[in-house]
């Protein structure tokens, strides 16, 4: 008898990483209409009384960029104007770009580490609340790496809920990249184990792992979280834990962050559905309550919707054209 063939799913083409940002800017469009074009509007308005300054002060908090920021990048603003004066749009806009540039910090390394090191593969724990948008992002970002020619392994250590292995199965497929799975209710770790051992087998680049993200109790996570990363660093040091927060979840969205950066030591947060919201000022917010950089950006659900971070390409699709 023959065996039958399995035919190899079509792995299809994506789209490049360089400049993603600037090519998605069109998403931010909300952020732009809310926070842009509001503060372009009161500084390019000339002379600025103590009243126009409190609306650029609560247009920055609208935007979620926190109390701090928003006042400092308020302070700055008027010490600006004050002493070199604002003479037209043009002269507003660059002020206002080179303040928010500096809010969002360029000086930060936003590098994803995801290239092998000491013989093996970089390994990769995607953390974050569930629904935030991470087991989409763990498939996009496999996608950003297959795409710069890089070997990936997925592992759906999200065992909690069936339909996320299959989920990241589908993503796996598309894109090209092993995906090490079990059934639903496995131990976590030993499916994180496993996907490191076929990383490692298979002389991968990087392996990427979709952890569950209940937010239960502290202790049950720091517990889960804790488990996985101890029983990876058997075989791989973990090299990044990005952290996916959903951007439409505002000071929610915070306070979530705070605990999972209480139970792992987070390298590098990723921002989903900025697309959605008018509140793009959570990057800085996120940025000054962990200290941590933001280093890739959800900007809609289709598979190349996931850009890498740059400030000014931001703060530029922030202030329109
Ligand atoms: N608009 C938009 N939607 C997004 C983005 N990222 C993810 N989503 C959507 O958010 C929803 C949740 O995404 P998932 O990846 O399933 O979320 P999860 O955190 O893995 O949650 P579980 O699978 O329940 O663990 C999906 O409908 C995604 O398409 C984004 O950047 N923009």
């Known amino acids: ?9 079509a792995v299809e083409e994506i789209a490049p990483t360089a400049g993603r940002l600037s090519k998605l800017r069109g998403r931010l469009s909300r952020s732009q209409n809310a926070f842009g074009r509001s503060l372009l509007g009161l500084l390019g308005a000339g002379t600025l009384d103590d009243d126009s300054w409190e609306e650029v002060e609560d247009t920055l908090l609208m935007a979620d960029l926190g109390a701090a920021a928003a006042a400092e990048i308020t302070e700055k603003l008027r010490g600006a104007v004050a002493a070199h004066g604002v003479t037209d749009a043009a002269s507003a806009r660059a002020l206002l770009r080179r303040v928010l540039i500096e809010a969002v910090d360029p000086t930060m390394d936003r590098a994803v580490r995801a ?4 013989g093996r593969p970089s390994v990769l724990l995607i953390v974050g ?9 763990t498939g996009k970002l496999a996608r950003v790496l297959v795409a710069d020619g890089r070997h990936v ?8 809920r069936a339909a996320a292995a299959d989920q990241l199965q589908t993503w ?3 894109a090209g990249a092993a995906v090490v799975r079990a059934d639903a209710g496995t ?5 994180a184990f496993d996907a490191v051992k076929r990383g490692i087998a298979d002389g991968a680049d990087a392996v990427l792992i979709d952890t569950a993200g209940r937010l239960h109790t502290k202790t049950g996570l720091m517990d889960e979280l804790g488990k996985v990363k101890r029983v990876v660093e058997k075989q791989a040091e973990v090299d990044e834990v990005l952290l996916v927060l959903d951007a439409t979840t505002g ?3 915070l ?3 705070t605990v999972f950066a209480d139970v792992v030591d987070i390298s590098g947060i990723v921002l989903t559905k900025l697309d959605g919201t008018a509140k793009g000022g959570i990057v800085v917010a996120v940025q000054r309550t962990l200290g941590v950089p933001v280093k890739l950006v959800g900007l809609g659900e289709g598979p190349d919707d996931l850009a890498p971070f740059e400030p000014a390409a931001f703060v530029d699709a922030l202030l329109g054209d």
Request: overall charge negative.
């Open 251 to 253: 000071q929610n969205g």
């Open 1 to 9: 008898m023959i065996a039958e063939l399995e035919t190899p799913p």
């Open 172 to 174: 796996g497929e598309r």
């Open 129 to 137: 609340v569930n629904g935030t948008g991470k087991t989409t992002t």
């Open 255 to 257: 306070v979530q962050a």
């Open 187 to 191: 131990d976590p770790a030993s499916v």
């Open 115 to 118: 290239l092998p090191h000491d």
């Open 153 to 160: 392994v997925l592992g759906a250590a999200d065992t909690f």
